[in-house]
């Protein structure tokens, strides 16, 4: 009698289906859980937000801009410059008015400190003879104590030329404009060739009669008027 021969039942090729099946329903599972878990911390995000805004509200309106933490703002530095500005002008100030102690007490030197920076006066009766843009002699000393200490800024410096409104006609000049330009230049060519300022940080104006420091009705105001301004200007 012949003996039957067993046969090994084989696992079903497509077994790993069942498995791979269960993998998905799994992370489908996951990805389900993890959303429905977001849109629970956004709900309690808003209502967190709307809480705090409320609460803010019934004390006052919620700054429109954060403020600055750990910093300066803008305002703060620009402050902050302008602190240091003030600063470097009261020391320039205080330094030429010791300076120039003398020729301010005489009335022939002025110095201010204004909105567009610091203005020094040179006026006419101490530095130039009437009617002429040639420099005095005797004034040799006043420029050389004042470039002293304008030759350690590094600012844009302006010279500006005004008289006052007195008409002038002689065989040099026809008119303020031209007299108070000339005295100008001349304040220039002067702070550059025996003085040694440096020519790029020096420019000439005039101004004829129009930028009056005082009324033009007295002997005074006239001659307070009759000047050259070396004006340091603000940074802006």
């Known amino acids: 009698m ?8 084989r696992p079903p090729h497509d077994r790993w289906l069942v498995s791979y099946a269960d993998f998905i329903t799994l992370l489908f599972a996951f990805f389900v859980v993890m959303y429905s878990a977001a ?24 700054p429109d801009k954060p403020s600055d933490v750990g910093g300066l703002s803008e305002s703060g530095t620009a402050s902050n ?17 010791s300076a120039l ?31 002429s843009d040639e420099i005095k002699a005797s004034s040799a000393g006043a420029f050389t104590r ?32 031209d007299l108070s330009a000339a005295r100008a230049t001349a304040t220039v060519r002067l702070l550059i060739q025996s003085y040694s300022l440096r020519p790029q940080l020096l420019g000439a104006s005039g101004y004829a009669e129009y930028r009056p420091v005082a009324s033009n009705d007295s002997p005074a105001g006239r001659a307070a008027n009759r000047r050259v301004d070396i004006v340091v200007p603000r940074k802006h």
Not at 2 to 9: F, L, V
Not at 105 to 131: C, M, N, T
């Open 101 to 131: 102690a003398g020729e301010i007490s005489a009335g022939d030197v002025a110095v201010q400190e204004s909105g567009e920076g610091l203005v020094v006066s040179l006026r006419e009766i101490g530095f130039f003879d009437s009617g």
């Open 2 to 9: 012949r003996r039957k021969r067993r046969h090994e039942r």
């Open 81 to 97: 410059l302008s602190v240091g500005e003030t600063d470097e002008f009261k020391l320039l100030k205080g330094q030429i008015e």
């Open 146 to 177: 004042l470039a002293d200490i304008l030759r350690q800024t590094d600012r844009e410096i302006r010279i500006e030329g005004h008289t006052d409104n007195v008409p002038i006609h002689n065989a040099r000049f026809s008119s303020n404009w």
């Open 39 to 62: 849109q629970l911390d956004k709900r309690r995000a808003g209502q967190l937000a709307t809480a705090i805004q409320t609460a803010f509200l019934q004390h006052g309106s919620l």
